[in-house]
């Protein structure tokens, strides 16, 4: 998003990452109830579910402030968001998250 001049092309990243996020929270949830036992699923999905509405409004504040700082261009912002995101993903994937399965199962 940060690189683009183009409205098709913003419009295409903007459905890229709206499907990234989908498939993220499907396998999220779906290995949530893997691992977690049954009669701790309601809390455990609870306690996540408020850390991420949390997450989001703070995000927009960090978001707003960095890009008023900035003089008013998201750019750097998006750039930045980015680049911490596929970070992320890389050091998850990295620390062995690809071989995670369900509890008792051999990785």
Partial sequence: MAATHSLAALAAANLAYL???TVASLANRTYRQLIVP???LGRVTGTVRLLFLTADPVGVVIAGSLTA???GNPRPVFL????TV???AAAGWG???RRAGPP???S
């Fill in 19 to 21: 499907w990234a996020i």
């Fill in 80 to 83: 930045g968001a980015g680049v």
């Fill in 104 to 106: 008792g199962e051999p």
């Fill in 69 to 71: 700082a900035l003089g």
């Fill in 86 to 88: 596929a970070v992320a």
């Fill in 95 to 97: 620390a062995g998250l």
């Fill in 38 to 40: 049954r009669s701790l």
